[in-house]
């Protein structure tokens, strides 16, 4: 029997059916069960941030592993601990607990705001939905219940991630959500400005929007949102599952320039922190890191200390082998080259978050770069996202650059007229 008749057999029919049967991967490359290889530009979704099979987190999970794998949260373990301080210190810029951070990155400095920077705390989970519904939760615990979000934003698909989440296809199967929730246009001050009142609990938005097709909102959005929630007494909470941990070229995305310096109250991460070991974190800063108090929420897994030392590992090998400054570079090599052919009627995206926008239907592009032997990924009709491993080589960026005009031929793309 196929691995696709064995999947239909067994597998609740979520996704559709899979596009390769995988059998190993090393770095930004993978094989099929046939033994053809792949280079991998969708990285797991943007989860894979140091690529497959990296010694660093084979070392860090297994030596946990064989340690103490698993506690419950009745205890702790030096992983979470030194995790938390970790995410605080780099959300921050100030370094907390032990010491052993060695900074924020090159975003720290000179693009913050000159505020006085609050301690956090951090609510360790296992999915980015779940990062979420913490968060959701504790916007609840101010006393309020309207929160804002935006048109094309995607959460996650547990009820409450839903309701935040605009998709009318997501949404409308499992109606009634969690209520209360006003839709923005993204990216548009005024229409913010009008849906937050003194009523709003919290503004959630992602930096740059990722399952909408990589879309970066104008300079001083974020900034707008940040004085606008600040004016009404709401939280600001970025959501930054998809675009934190470096993929956006420094620690979390809404740190570039374009994100205005703003301190958010509550961030959320999962995918790339784990660099594939299921973990998610809510981080707050200042007055909401204190909303929780025992019995308002929990989680049997979150925080194990095999996903955290999973996560360190991955912050580690970040900072030792420069990889922010290798993701600024080498995703606007990628975008410059790919936006060269005249199919590509749109690039946007900072560091390895890529969105390209072109003249006929994704799909067939997705499908002909497969064949080709790259893994790209098609979040909308005509568009194209790349989120590759951080750790992908220029010589890897290169050949696809090259390879692009021959994948957007045979999938029968023309020049726009
Ligand atoms: C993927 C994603 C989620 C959901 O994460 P899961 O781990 O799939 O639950 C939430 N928010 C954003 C921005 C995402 O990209």
Not at 148 to 172: D, N
Not at 206 to 216: L, M, T
Not at 263 to 279: E, S, W, Y
Not at 337 to 348: H, I, N, S
Request: glycine share 12%.
């Amino acid at each position: 029997m196929s691995w696709q008749e064995r999947y239909q057999g067994a597998l609740m029919n979520t996704f559709g059916l899979p596009k390769l049967d995988l059998v190993r991967g090393e770095g930004a490359r993978v094989w099929d069960v046939d033994g053809k290889e792949y280079v991998d530009l969708l990285g797991g979704i943007a989860v894979n941030a140091l690529g497959h099979a990296h010694p660093a987190i084979v070392e860090a999970v297994t030596t946990q592993l064989q340690t103490l794998g698993h506690v419950s949260n009745f205890f702790t373990s030096e992983p979470q601990l030194e995790l938390a301080e970790r995410l605080v210190s780099l959300l921050t810029g100030r370094s907390s607990g032990s010491g052993r951070s060695s900074g924020s990155g090159r975003s720290s400095g000179s693009g913050r705001s000159s505020e006085v920077e609050t301690p956090g705390k951090v609510f360790l989970s296992n999915s980015g939905a779940e990062a979420n519904e913490a968060a959701f939760k504790l916007t609840r615990l101010t006393g309020r219940t309207h929160v804002v979000a935006a048109e094309g934003a995607f959460h996650g698909r547990t009820m409450g991630a839903l309701a935040l989440t605009s998709k009318a296809a997501y949404r409308e199967p499992f109606l009634p959500l969690p209520g209360d929730v006003t839709f923005v246009p993204y990216g548009d001050e005024a229409a913010l400005a009008e849906a937050v009142t003194d009523e709003t609990a919290a503004v959630v938005l992602e930096p740059i929007q990722g399952e909408a097709g990589v879309v970066v909102p104008p300079d001083g959005y974020l900034a707008a949102a940040r004085e606008l929630t600040h004016r009404h007494g709401a939280l600001l909470w970025l959501d930054e599952v998809q675009t934190g941990i470096g993929r956006c070229g420094a620690w979390f995305a809404h740190q570039l320039p374009f994100g205005g310096g703003v301190t958010p109250d509550v961030v959320t991460l999962a995918k790339g922190l784990g660099g594939g070991i299921p973990i998610g974190a809510t981080i707050a800063l200042g007055a909401a890191a204190d909303l929780f108090q025992p019995g308002n929420h929990g989680t049997t897994f979150g925080g194990n200390p095999v996903a955290c030392a999973a996560a360190l590992a991955v912050l580690d090998t970040i900072e030792s082998t420069h990889l922010l400054d290798h993701v600024a570079g080498l995703g606007k090599a990628l975008r410059d080259g790919l936006a060269e052919d005249p199919r590509v009627v749109d690039v946007r995206g900072e560091g390895l978050l890529i969105g390209l926008d072109l003249t006929g239907p994704s799909a067939d592009v997705a499908a002909a770069a497969l064949e080709a032997g790259w893994i790209i990924n098609n979040p909308t009709p005509q568009g194209i996202r790349l989120a590759p491993p951080l750790v992908l080589s220029e010589e890897q960026a290169h050949a696809f650059v090259e390879a692009w005009p021959a994948i957007l031929a045979s999938a029968g793309l023309e020049e726009a007229r």
